[in-house]
């Protein structure tokens, strides 16, 4: 019955390779097709700022699939080719030699890209962005060389690069106009814990100082700060955020606004067209509202969920978003969604580096951290749905169960 359809996926990562391995799994017998832009076979990207920028883990570490997993499912996958028009009315889009594919469902999975810098000096060499297993690949082979590294941006990737190059011994400066590292999600309590690792490390945190520009002749060999300093360094990684790509939506007439607008089954603005991962900005049930995840694991669980209801499922996408990050010995995981918040609570000693951080907006728990401590994640994402005001005093001590901060009647 389906075996006369053809389901398209655009992006070929973690969120398109899974949603054509589930399409298969749930024993979909139509065509499928795999389109990326870069030429890797799909492949996960957390490890691109850990340990394969630092050389402790190969290739064959960080694919998505072994090698033989596309053919052996009948998966079609078309690596190096871009998809540069989409018509929603005709049901085809179009590659980049001017081949059209047909579909009877569509799943954008086109994910971000790194944001650039707007300064003067930004396009020299030795100015360099970290997205793809490339960029990681010539990061690693720059880092080899030694030297200063500037890094531009205090988010995740800025820090776990600054991590990873300071682990590799190299002189390392971190700018960030904010007042800690990771501001904007942890706010300046937690924000100031990562601070003091990178510092305690012997990484030179220029927090509060933004970049006025890149100097020098042909490559980057200084950065001149917004508080008149210039810093003298062989390389510059810039991580100032990532935008999601949805330019080929948006010329398809597919509603857009910070990501593809999905509804809570991913399904965009287009009939027969769905949008999954880091590009999706996706009505999610529990919080009422729209929310875009830029993380492993929204990448990794909407992708399947998208193949799901492109079947015919009902599959509404409501997990609660959670990434994790390592750097030096510090291991963390965030659960949760707080654009503000009214207090932290700590569990554990923040000096400790092993403690549970806990926001709450009018005494209840919207995100949860753990760092340094293991197998919480659950309890956590109870405590963040009960919704309901909890004891502070019950939330900070160590010798309460996370179950029990709230009564059982609560859940
Ligand atoms: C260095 C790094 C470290 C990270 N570390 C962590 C971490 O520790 N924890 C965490 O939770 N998350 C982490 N992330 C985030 C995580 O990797 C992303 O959330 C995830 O990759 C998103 O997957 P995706 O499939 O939605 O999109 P992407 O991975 O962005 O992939 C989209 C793909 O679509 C392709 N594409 C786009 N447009 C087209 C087109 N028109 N035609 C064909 N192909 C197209 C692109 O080339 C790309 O391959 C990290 C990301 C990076 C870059």
Same mark, same amino acid.
């Given at each position: 019955?389906?075996?006369?359809?053809?389901?398209?996926?655009?992006?070929?990562?973690?969120?398109?390779?899974?949603?054509?391995?589930?399409?298969?799994?749930? $024993?979909?017998?139509?065509?499928?097709?795999?389109?990326?832009?870069?030429?890797?076979?799909?492949?996960?990207?957390?490890?691109?700022?850990? =340990?394969?920028?630092?050389?402790?883990?190969?290739?064959?570490?960080?694919?998505?699939?072994? *090698?033989?997993?596309?053919?052996?499912?009948?998966?079609?996958? +078309?690596?190096?080719?871009?998809?540069?028009?989409?018509?929603?009315?005709?049901?085809?889009?179009?590659?980049?030699?001017?081949?059209?594919?047909?579909?009877?469902?569509?799943?954008?999975?086109?994910?971000?890209?790194?944001?650039?810098?707007?300064?003067?000096?930004?396009?020299?060499?030795?100015?360099?962005?970290?997205?793809?297993? #490339?960029?990681?690949?010539?990061?690693?082979?720059?880092?080899?060389?030694?030297?200063?590294?500037?890094?531009?941006?205090?988010?995740?990737?800025? *820090?776990?690069?600054?991590?990873?190059?300071?682990?590799?011994?190299?002189?390392?400066?971190?700018?960030?106009?904010?007042?800690?590292?990771?501001?904007?999600?942890?706010? @300046?309590?937690?924000?100031?814990?990562?601070?003091?690792?990178?510092?305690?490390?012997?990484?030179?945190?220029?927090?509060? @100082?933004?970049?006025? *520009?890149?100097?020098?002749?042909?490559?980057?060999?200084?950065?001149?700060?917004?508080?008149?300093?210039?810093?003298?360094?062989?390389?510059?990684?810039?991580?100032?955020?990532? +935008?999601?790509?949805? $330019?080929?939506?948006?010329?398809?007439?597919?509603?857009?606004?910070?990501?593809?607008?999905?509804?809570?089954?991913?399904?965009?603005?287009?009939?027969?067209?769905?949008?999954?991962?880091?590009?999706?900005?996706? #009505?999610?049930?529990?919080?009422?509202?729209?929310?875009?995840?830029?993380?492993?694991?929204?990448?990794?669980?909407?992708?399947?969920?998208?193949?799901?209801?492109?079947?015919?499922?009902?599959?509404?996408?409501?997990?609660?978003?959670?990434?994790?990050?390592? +750097?030096?010995?510090?291991?963390?995981?965030?659960?949760?969604?707080?654009?503000?918040?009214?207090?932290?609570?700590?569990?554990?000693?923040?000096?400790?580096?092993?403690?549970?951080?806990?926001?709450?907006?009018?005494?209840?728990?919207?995100?949860?951290?753990?760092?340094?401590?293991?197998?919480?994640?659950?309890?956590? +994402?109870?405590?963040?749905?009960?919704?309901?005001?909890?004891? =502070?005093?019950?939330?900070?001590?160590?010798?309460?169960?996370?179950?029990?901060?709230?009564?059982? #009647?609560?859940?």
């Amino acid at each position: 019955m389906t075996r006369e359809q053809t389901f398209v996926i655009v992006g070929a990562s973690l969120a398109g390779a899974k949603a054509a391995e589930t399409l298969r799994a749930e $024993g979909f017998d139509g065509r499928v097709v795999l389109i990326g832009a870069e030429e890797a076979r799909p492949y996960e990207r957390p490890p691109l700022s850990k =340990e394969y920028l630092r050389g402790e883990a190969g290739r064959d570490k960080v694919y998505v699939h072994d *090698a033989g997993f596309y053919a052996d499912h009948g998966i079609e996958l +078309q690596l190096g080719r871009t998809a540069t028009g989409l018509d929603t009315s005709a049901r085809e889009l179009v590659l980049d030699d001017g081949a059209r594919v047909g579909y009877d469902r569509l799943l954008l999975a086109t994910g971000a890209e790194p944001r650039r810098l707007p300064v003067p000096g930004a396009g020299l060499d030795g100015v360099v962005y970290l997205r793809t297993v #490339e960029d990681s690949d010539a990061l690693r082979a720059r880092l080899d060389r030694g030297g200063r590294v500037v890094v531009v941006g205090a988010g995740w990737i800025g *820090a776990e690069v600054a991590a990873s190059a300071r682990t590799r011994g190299l002189d390392v400066t971190v700018l960030d106009p904010a007042a800690v590292p990771l501001e904007r999600v942890l706010g @300046t309590e937690v924000g100031a814990v990562y601070r003091d690792i990178h510092a305690d490390r012997g990484v030179r945190m220029l927090l509060g @100082t933004g970049v006025e *520009a890149i100097v020098g002749g042909t490559s980057a060999e200084g950065v001149r700060t917004s508080d008149g300093r210039e810093l003298a360094c062989d390389l510059v990684v810039v991580g100032v955020g990532v +935008q999601p790509r949805t $330019g080929l939506a948006a010329e398809a007439g597919i509603a857009v606004d910070n990501g593809i607008l999905v509804d809570a089954y991913l399904r965009t603005s287009a009939p027969g067209v769905y949008a999954a991962g880091d590009v999706a900005n996706a #009505e999610h049930p529990f919080y009422g509202e729209r929310v875009r995840v830029e993380h492993w694991a929204n990448a990794l669980n909407q992708g399947p969920a998208a193949a799901r209801n492109m079947l015919g499922g009902a599959d509404a996408y409501e997990r609660l978003p959670y990434f994790f990050s390592d +750097q030096y010995d510090v291991g963390m995981e965030y659960t949760g969604f707080a654009r503000t918040w009214d207090r932290v609570v700590f569990r554990g000693d923040p000096a400790s580096r092993e403690f549970i951080a806990f926001w709450l907006a009018g005494g209840v728990v919207v995100a949860g951290m753990n760092v340094n401590v293991w197998d919480v994640t659950d309890p956590i +994402q109870r405590l963040i749905r009960a919704r309901v005001a909890v004891d =502070e005093h019950r939330l900070a001590d160590p010798g309460v169960a996370l179950d029990e901060v709230v009564p059982v #009647e609560a859940y």
